[in-house]
């Protein structure tokens, strides 16, 4: 397996020159001053691939090229926008890339409660809680028929949490929620985000399959044409949030997804920290059924709690048998490998990282800490080196 690192451009905290000393030899990365829509110009991925050549490294996966959110809505000027994506990947194919993920979360592409959860080690983790996203939902979003999708427990300590929380406790709440937009975009408050949410009144999970279905048809043609393998993130947290639905969610989502399109161009990013949180997803399971389809691979753990809240352990620490995992993308390389496919390897990175040592005080990205992830990938890389190494 290729082992890659996320970096965010030149505005990265963690440098290029940092990321070849971990080891990583492939860069996962995109054009995050682009607005999502446009296209991207051949020579802006020139200009990005030969920084990245500089420092030694391969730009391996883009990450992500970005769905308009009037695609997910189905609204506007789609024949444009979808014009503008194909002329995207056929620019990047010109340049060598291949492999190119993108998500169809509307509205927020992660959402968690806290950034920086107190690990009893001292080092702190992303988390979502139950009861603060239920707290935000009803008490501070205020959005209609909310109470009946939250568990009356939880919505009960939700309760009681909104009662002593101060003004700067739900402020703080509210930006953490934000931190799962878009880069590119402006943060919202209260009466913003109420507004972005309208607009997806009465688009439904069957309504957003079939514009994702929509999307597929148009894109996916010319993915294969020129041969570039797009992979679709799952959702984080892969469950409805805000009143708004999710449908990469479990194995049927992802089964139902490169079936409406058959193609090896309509492919899958496969990340266990996502599917893991999902109470019924069985991980190792996912990933010896949908191998034939990954073409990239997120590596991360969680620890799920009965009440629907998870915080993201160690890689190997967590509820997802992340050795049974590795083993099957093994299996599907060898596979690739055996029947002479060019591109056999599957890239994957470790995916979010503890803040530990000298990550704090860095203004890394949530979850993207350089010690944390590091980590990360010396232990995926253990696991990987064990494997291979495994008689037959």
């Known amino acids: 397996m290729e082992e890659t690192w996320r970096w965010f451009g030149p505005a990265d905290d963690i440098s290029l020159e940092e990321i070849r000393q971990t080891g990583a030899t492939g860069?996962?990365?995109?054009?995050?001053?682009?607005?999502?829509?446009?296209?991207?110009?051949?020579?802006?991925?020139?200009?990005?691939?030969?920084?990245?050549?500089?420092?030694?490294?391969?730009?391996?996966?883009?990450?992500?090229?970005?769905?308009?959110?009037?695609?997910?809505?189905?609204?506007?000027?789609?024949?444009?926008?979808?014009?503008?994506?194909?002329?995207?990947?056929?620019?990047?194919?010109?340049?060598?890339?291949?492999?190119?993920?993108?998500?169809?979360?509307?509205?927020?592409?992660?959402?968690?409660?806290?950034?920086?959860?107190?690990?009893?080690t001292g080092a702190t983790a992303l988390r979502f809680d139950a009861v603060l996203h239920a707290a935000f939902d009803v008490l501070m979003l205020e959005r209609p028929g909310a109470e009946a999708e939250h568990d009356p427990g939880v919505l009960e300590r939700a309760r009681r949490w909104f009662a002593g929380a101060t003004q700067a406790d739900r402020d703080a709440l509210l930006a953490t929620i934000m931190a799962g937009l878009p880069g590119a975009y402006d943060r919202y408050d209260i009466p913003g985000l109420k507004a972005v949410l309208a607009s997806y009144a009465g688009i439904d999970a069957a309504t957003l399959k079939a514009h994702l279905a929509?999307?597929?048809r148009e894109v996916v043609?010319?993915?294969?044409?020129?041969?570039?393998?797009?992979?679709?993130?799952?959702?984080?947290?892969?469950?409805?949030?805000?009143?708004?639905?999710?449908?990469?969610?479990?194995?049927?989502?992802?089964?139902?997804?490169?079936?409406?399109?058959?193609?090896?161009?309509?492919?899958?990013?496969?990340?266990?920290?996502?599917l893991g949180a999902g109470a019924l997803n069985?991980?190792?399971?996912?990933?010896?059924?949908?191998?034939?389809?990954?073409?990239?691979?997120?590596?991360?753990?969680?620890?799920?709690?009965?009440?629907?809240?998870?915080?993201?352990?160690?890689?190997?620490?967590?509820?997802?048998?992340?050795?049974?995992?590795?083993?099957a993308l093994l299996a599907e390389e060898a596979r690739r490998k055996a029947a002479g496919e060019p591109d056999w390897r599957i890239p994957f990175r470790p995916d979010h990282g503890h803040q530990m040592l000298s990550d704090f005080g860095r203004r890394t990205h949530p979850g993207y800490t350089l010690i944390g992830r590091l980590r990360g990938l010396a232990e995926l890389r253990g696991v990987i080196a064990g494997l291979s190494h495994r008689p037959a």
């Not at 194909?86 to 409660?113: E, H, K, Q």
């Not at 993915?223 to 892969?238: F, M, S």
């Not at 997120?298 to 050795?323: C, I, Q, T, W």
Request: glycine share 6%; aromatic share 6%.
């Open 27 to 120: 860069i996962v990365t995109a054009l995050h001053e682009i607005p999502y829509g446009e296209v991207w110009p051949e020579e802006a991925i020139r200009e990005r691939q030969a920084a990245i050549a500089r420092a030694g490294l391969t730009w391996s996966v883009v990450e992500s090229l970005p769905v308009h959110e009037n695609v997910k809505r189905g609204a506007g000027d789609l024949d444009r926008i979808f014009g503008n994506y194909r002329t995207s990947l056929r620019n990047l194919a010109r340049c060598g890339i291949r492999t190119v993920c993108y998500n169809f979360m509307p509205v927020l592409d992660w959402t968690r409660t806290a950034l920086a959860h107190p690990l009893p």
């Open 214 to 216: 929509r999307f597929l």
């Open 221 to 274: 043609p010319t993915a294969e044409e020129v041969g570039v393998r797009l992979c679709i993130h799952p959702d984080d947290p892969p469950r409805p949030l805000l009143g708004l639905p999710r449908i990469v969610s479990t194995h049927a989502d992802l089964a139902d997804i490169v079936g409406a399109v058959p193609s090896r161009a309509n492919g899958i990013t496969f990340c266990t920290g996502s």
């Open 282 to 327: 069985d991980v190792p399971a996912m990933a010896r059924a949908l191998a034939p389809h990954v073409a990239f691979a997120h590596l991360r753990n969680v620890r799920k709690e009965p009440d629907g809240s998870f915080y993201e352990a160690d890689h190997l620490d967590g509820d997802v048998d992340m050795p049974a995992v590795v083993a």
